[in-house]
Nanobody, 115 residues
């Protein structure tokens, strides 16, 4: 079965950086698209960044220039490099892997931006 595991969350000060990882198994990773979402308390889950199987990327306007999504097909892993983090970006960050109209979610990793 498909398993998605996020890691790399934690506590960071405003203006700091974190890199999240998303490891996938049970899927032909190189053919899949991958996305990062986040959900803050009391808010809807929102799309942060997407990377296609060919490496094309898209970002939410709020993170453009600060976040970078990437993938390493040899490691079946995607990453989200987050710089200049803001307190309002405190949320649970989720990895989503999609292939052939099937969508798979990880359990999420908490990112807290606070001094």
């Amino acid at each position: 079965q498909v398993q998605i595991v996020e890691s790399g969350g934690g506590l960071v000060q405003p203006g700091g950086s974190l890199t999240l990882s998303c490891a996938a198994s049970g899927i032909i990773f190189r053919l899949a698209g991958m996305a990062w979402y986040r959900q803050a308390p009391g808010k809807q889950r929102e799309l942060v960044a997407v990377i296609g199987s060919g490496g094309s990327t898209n970002y939410a306007d709020s993170v453009k220039g600060r976040f970078t999504i990437s993938r390493d097909n040899a490691k079946n892993t995607a990453y989200l490099q987050m710089n200049s983090l803001k307190p309002e970006e405190t949320a649970v960050y989720y990895c989503n892997v999609f292939l052939n109209r099937q969508y798979y979610w990880g359990q999420g990793t908490q990112v807290t931006v606070s001094s």
